[in-house]
């Protein structure tokens, strides 16, 4: 195989500093993170209290920016990189794997956050079908502790279900956006893009609206962890997904997507599509199926 | 258009000491070798670690964990919660996935690179910071005055909650979220390699074993480890931020978060095995002269056992109280993994009959992985019990089991296959006397470790002890003294690395394409040694 | 089985060694290659159990083994210089397949029975002909970091704490990392049910001789259960890694006969911390004083 010209299609790509600086950034974000949780440095007077004493978030804090100048860097490089050329339609495959294989991935984070309710839901009043369990009560004092015992969940036909119909609304908007862009309809395009973004950002506010108003804390109480976990990482994802799109859009207004090239339109879709599905479930299961005592109020 | 924009790649290969080819590396066999080499660093320190084990346990009563230098109780635990995390996690997978998968499945397949070359060095880079945060949470406090994580490699609530307040933990539990991040990251870019850039002609069904061995891996990692992520978490919340997942008191349940784990931790130990076999399939039939005996039945038991690797994960719970029944369904679901590994231990030997078989080194690894493994597989179905895990649970014969499979299993695989490819890597012969001096000590002295702790098993010895009762001390010593001839070996291993490394321009040593004759048939073997910088320039055709 | 007989001679020889201290039967004895000796109708059924399975598996090892040393004698470069080139046998595949699926439900059956007897709760018949359960008494166990409290909820619920004996109090006829300052008591011949939780992090009560293992977790109550007709003392350790003494919280339980026993709970009841003065008495008129330094 010595030398020769290259006569295949695949990306092989340019030494690069973003992994590595990636790395390090998550190191100093770990680091930051325990530092702000716990504090690694107790003496006051040291020189590295500073960033080491608890409750401080310099480093944390350095450790985003750093992450968030090498995602602006490295997909920046990959931009520029499909502009050049390089995703060629087998490398454009190959990056449709990718994003389906990371979705998976994905689906199986929540798969733990989903056992976890479940397993408190079904099982909180009967551990793990436990013959003897009648006795554990006096225990944990399950009864009054139990799953939503005692709590106030939302109604589930108020702000939960306007943010469903949002997210569905937003599911419908981007495949008008994504259908525009096949079809070389570049206004529509936008204007799909822009109501999704603003649905998205919507859905976000209803829901930090909806968390202020919240009768349960995260603490006390499994349901509560429960459900502030699971539809927070959802609403992490929807931020995500959000800033995903906004860039699409960008991109769009920019001229860098065309009928034939706009995976990334596609991917942000794909994930869009994901993070509604989510929120179906969580809908569904979290705040229809098993709410608890419904609370007066939103 | 990407020929041009890559054309310059092609031409010129960096130099060794060049600290941006490796830092800023794309280039999968350079990752591989870092990969290597940090799996060596890790295998040493993690040996290390257990040598303070067996120093400790050599007799009854505290010799190494007395209050003095290397601290008390608390720290015995820390050190073998570390040693179990260091093994796994970086040690036996950085070396096989990382190391070989990288080096070898775009070879096998004939692809130029893997699909994400730079997501490629992002997973290795995460690594050695990841290796960082763990080796730094042994310094600060975790418990009361006492420094570090004690709460074993599977990290159970609320020991590891409530019964660990300092930050120690917390530092793991990131470790862990970025080296799961790495394993992920890995494993979509191996899947969309295998999947996406295959040479023309190469279809599935003639995929080398090795490439379906880290596809089935890079599966169970992928679904696998995210769940881990998951319950880290949540032991993450509960600690910091409030919240009851495994608080009693607060309505959640410590059992949770061992179904959670072992969700995770089942399939992971077949993550840890299953590059294994593909490598010994390999060596077994290049050495063999012969090739691989039910290539298809081969790489469909690993499928097999992948799959039904998800759905036994709580035959490590049996004494938390499950309902019977479904104790029951888990030793059923549990026994049939002894069928297709079975399929594969036979189809070996049936690989070897009728070859013409030369005992070079990797062969030997590859021997005595196929009787080793066996002896730990075997004893796993004995586990697989759940009336008589009642009295091995938590016990050495389950330390005993697992060493067989990973320190003997996995590790002689790793040998197996680091000798089976050294020349391609490094592109120097090896010294093929001291490797197999490496090999006898290592089968010696690892034998005469594990063996014994099956009677120790027995007898009720209970497993993470730092101390036990006189009755266990005759065969803790006879461990302790496997440990030391293992340590010759491993001397050696190191030996053989120096030697070449010195001798690495006499004639003798000059690397060849394939030194191992006309039945290694894989793809690497029609490169140079080492390959050049970027291979299949050109694409090999798959007749 | 030849090591069982081995470890019965053991055993005698020490306690011929060491004099007229109570019988300890429940104990590991040095290059032992063997499970303790049952003291329960479980513990005979592991015992039995495991003893079938590991012929099996002895023999598959030594299958696999005779495999590969024939394959290295007969098809080793210089007894076969030119390799056969097949790769497919169909019928051999099919055996391969097949033998050990029927192992494995040969393993399978026996295994349930097994389990099916240390999970469910004997029963037996009353004078109506009616099933109802076999169980005499309970004890609650409790772990803690690190040690045990047993409550007797039966005998008027008193309760106490056990913790380990240190190195350097051993006394004659003691165990270091075995004894206890308090033993727990329970009658001979009678069918105890255990209650295993824990009030901190998980602990395990593991009894070898009787094939106990049992996770105590907080906010969860187990339930296990035991039937001795030998007296004696027998010999248990923590089980789940609990922190840092989790080699320091042993299990010390006497084995007595009904009529010391029912001595020992009136003694329990009044202050339970001076009631194994009731069994070193009872040790003294068989003859065996050791156990006078129990407290
Ligand atoms: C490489 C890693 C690896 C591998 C491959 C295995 C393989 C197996 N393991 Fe093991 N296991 C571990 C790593 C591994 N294990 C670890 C790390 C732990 C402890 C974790 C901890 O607690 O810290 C553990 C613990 C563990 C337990 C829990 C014990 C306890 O804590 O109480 C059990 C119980 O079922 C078990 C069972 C099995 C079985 C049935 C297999 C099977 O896959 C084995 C199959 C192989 C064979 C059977 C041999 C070859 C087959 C034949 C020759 C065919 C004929 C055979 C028959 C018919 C029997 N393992
Ligand atoms: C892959 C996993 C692995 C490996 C290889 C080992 C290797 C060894 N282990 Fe360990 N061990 C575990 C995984 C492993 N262990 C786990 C998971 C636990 C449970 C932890 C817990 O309780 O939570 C454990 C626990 C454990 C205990 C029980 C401690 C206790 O319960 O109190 C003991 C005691 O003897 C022990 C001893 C040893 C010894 C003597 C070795 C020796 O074999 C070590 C010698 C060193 C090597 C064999 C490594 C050589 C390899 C390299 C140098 C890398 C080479 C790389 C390339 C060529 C690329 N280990
Ligand atoms: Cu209590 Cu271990
Ligand atoms: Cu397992």
Redesign the pocket.
Known sequence: MAGGAVKHDYHLVDPSPWPFVASLSAFILAIGAVTFMKGLVTDEASWAYFFLGKGHPWLMILGFLGIGYVMVGWWGDVIKESLKGDHTPVVDLGLRYGMILFIVSEIMFFVAWFWMFFEGALFGHDRAGHRWNTEMYELGDWATQGFTAGIHTFDPFHLPLINTLILLLSGTTVTWAHHAIQHGDRKGTKIGLLLTVILGFLFTCMQAYEYSHAQFGISGSLYGASFFMATGFHGAHVIIGTVFLLVCLLRVLAGQMTPQKHFGLEAAAWYWHFVDVVWLFLFAFVYVVFQGAVSGGH | MSSEAAAHHDDHTPSYWSWKRWVYSTNHKDIGTMY?VF??LA??I??AM??L??WE?AEPGLQVFNNGFWGNSHNYNVI??M??LI??FF??MP?MIG?FGNWFVPLMIGAPDMAFPRMNNISFWLLPFSFSLLLLSMFVPGVGGDNGFGG???MYPPLSTSGHNGPAFDLVILSLHIAGVSSILGAINFITTIFNMRAPGMTLHKMPLFAWATLVTAFLLLLSVPVLAGALTMLLTDRNFGTTFFDPAGGGDPIMFQHLFWFFGHPEVYI?ILPGFGIISHIVSTFSRKPVFGYLGMAYAMVAIGFIGFIVWAHHMYTVGMNVNLKAYFVAATMIIAVPTGIKIFSWIATMWGGSISFRTPMIWAIGFIFLFTVGGVTGVMLANAGVDQAFHDTYYV?AH??YV??LG??FS??AG?YYWYEKIFGVKYNEMLANIQFFF?FVG?NL?FFP?HFLGMAGMP???VDYSDGYAFWNMV?SIG?VV?LVG?FF?LLVLVESILLRNTPKRRPEANPWGESATTLEWTLSSPPPFHQFNELPKIK | MRFQAALIAFIASILFASGASATVRGIATDKQVSLQEAATPVMEAITSFHSMVLWIITIITLVVLALLLWVIVRYNAKANPNPSKFSHNTLVEIIWTAVPVLILVVIAVPSFRLLYLEDVLPTEQNEAGETVSAVDMTIKVTGNQWNWTYAYPDQGGFEFISSMVAAEDIGPGQHRNLSADLPMVVPAGQTVRLEVTASDVIHNWAMPAFGIKMDAIPGRLNETWFYVEQEGVYFGQCSELCGRDHSFMPIELHVVPQDVFDRWIAAAQNDPYTAPEVLTAYYQTQGETQLAALR
Do not use: E, N
């Open positions: 290597l799996a060596i295998g040493i993690g040996g257990s040598g084990i067996r346990l073998t919660a040693h179990g093994m796994i040690m036996v070396a190391g074993g490699w599977v840890l330390v697992f060493h990973l320190s996995a590790v790793i040998f680091f290592f690892a470790i702790q497993r993470r002890y461990s440990y293992m491993m291993f």
